[in-house]
Structure formats: structure tokens, C-alpha cells
């Protein structure tokens, strides 16, 4: 095929053609074995562009997951967003992945103090959702946005609670998640979209297309939106490409 293909497809429109070539059909839904975890970092990922280091683009990433699954009306003050940062900072910190904190300027954007990093091996355990819902719980600022979050670490949302079992080593990849429940479609549309760019960006320097089928449910979302965007906008830059939809459905 020369190109790797990876669809994230939210009504498992692209099952029968994944049969068909041999490739690989993640099903995510409660109750399938596929897992993803969306905190999963890795210490071989080249970096974008305006980042001081992959765990800093890392948290920012997380930050962004944590915003959707809060829903587009939840809007979170200064000291909130200081507490889910710092809380993301120590959750990682605690799994000896560390990086400098945040901070916030006058005009009350998130700014990058310093930049150091220090990443285990390949092996290293990584934390969970469970994990950062102990963390945001110890920080003041944050405690009560762990509690909204409960149905992804306990309750009927928790399918990305746990460790990855699934990879990307196919020519032909799809995500689905036809089975997810509806409020659950932009949350994983998301966070298969930022685990697909986290291993694209490894540098292994195969070129690959990501069709994002009905992207204009992450552009509902300002957060997934704005991720969707940058992923357009450099996927070049790695050797891969974005497009909405596919011929291939047609």
C-alpha cells in the first residue's frame, strides 16, 4: 500500500473494508478488550514545533482531554486550571516522569517556566486515569473537577481507565466506536486521535494518512477542535497527512 492508514470512523462504516484488506479493527465500546490509555507517554517522540519538550506538549495534551471530557459548557477559572495542571505535573512526576511546572502571565496563559525532563525506558509503568483522579483530588484547586470526572475513572465511562493493549503495527487501522455511548463520541474521537499523533510522532519516518470521519463532531468542541487543527497543520512536518472522510466509504 506504500501508506499506512489510520481511520478513526464513529459509525463503523470502514469494518467491512478492514476485513477485506487484513487490517486491524480496534472496537472500543464497553464492553470490548481494545483499550487505549490516554496518559500513556513515550520518551522517543519528536517535537512539534513550538514545544520545549514531549512530556510539557504531553500535559497540555492531557489538559485538553480533561477539558472535553468536561463538556463544552464547563468553563474553568484561573485557579482550576493552575490545580489540573499541577495536578497532571505531580501524577506524572510520581511515575518518575518529570518536567518543570506552569505558570500563569498576566494575561493568563499558559507559559512554560523551565524545561527539564527525565524518562525511564520503554518499559516504565505509566499511570492511569485512576491515577490522575488521585492526583487532581490532592490538589485543592482541582479537587472538585476530579469529582465531574468520576465517570471516566468508575463509572459506565471508564474505557480508557487502564493500560493500552492495542498498537498501531497494521497497514490498515480503524477506530471504531459505533458502540461507545453518544456522549461519549467527541471524548474518544479525541483521545484515538491524540494517542494515533503521539505514535506518529516516533519518528519512524513511514508515511501514513489519518482520516478523521465526521470531524465536525470535534470541531463542536473549542479544545478538540484546536487539536484537530494543529494535527492538520503539521502532520507534514511528520511524514503524514489528515483528511475528513474517505473515499473509501463512498
Given amino acids: 500500500m506504500g501508506t499506512r492508514v489510520i481511520v478513526i470512523d464513529p459509525q463503523n462504516e ?4 478492514t476485513e477485506s484488506l487484513g ?6 465500546s464497553s464492553n470490548s478488550k481494545d483499550r487505549l490509555n490516554p496518559l500513556e507517554i513515550s520518551a522517543d517522540v519528536a517535537l512539534e514545533d513550538d514545544a520545549r519538550s514531549f512530556l510539557s506538549t504531553k500535559i497540555m ?3 485538553l482531554i480533561i477539558q472535553v471530557m468536561l ?11 493552575r490545580g489540573i495542571l499541577y495536578g497532571i505535573q505531580k501524577m506524572y512526576e510520581r511515575f ?4 518543570a511546572g506552569y505558570q500563569m502571565n498576566a494575561e493568563d496563559e499558559l507559559v512554560i517556566n523551565e524545561d527539564f525532563i527525565m524518562v525511564g525506558n520503554s518499559n516504565q509503568k505509566m499511570p492511569t486515569l485512576s491515577d490522575l483522579d488521585t492526583s487532581l483530588r490532592e490538589v485543592k484547586d482541582s479537587s472538585e473537577v476530579a469529582k465531574e470526572l468520576e465517570p471516566f475513572v468508575t463509572g459506565v465511562m471508564n474505557l480508557f481507565n487502564g493500560e493500552t493493549n492495542v498498537d498501531l503495527n497494521n497497514d490498515f487501522v ?16 479525541f483521545i484515538c486521535l491524540e ?7 516516533t519518528g519512524d519516518k513511514k508515511r501514513r494518512l489519518i482520516i478523521v470521519d465526521e470531524a465536525w463532531i470535534m470541531l463542536k468542541n473549542e479544545s478538540s477542535g484546536r487539536f484537530l487543527e494543529k494535527v492538520a497543520k503539521t502532520a507534514r512536518k511528520f511524514n503524514a497527512g489528515l483528511k475528513n472522510g474517505s473515499p473509501f466509504t463512498q
Fill in 14 to 17: 470502514y469494518r467491512a473494508i
Fill in 23 to 28: 487490517g486491524q479493527f480496534i472496537n472500543l
Fill in 61 to 63: 495534551d492531557v489538559f
Fill in 71 to 81: 463538556g463544552k459548557d464547563k468553563k474553568l477559572n484561573a485557579n482550576e486550571k
Fill in 96 to 99: 518518575g516522569i518529570t518536567d
Fill in 174 to 189: 480503524v477506530f471504531g466506536i459505533r458502540d461507545l455511548e453518544q456522549s461519549m463520541t467527541d471524548v474518544a474521537m
Fill in 195 to 201: 494517542f494515533i499523533w503521539n505514535k506518529i510522532k
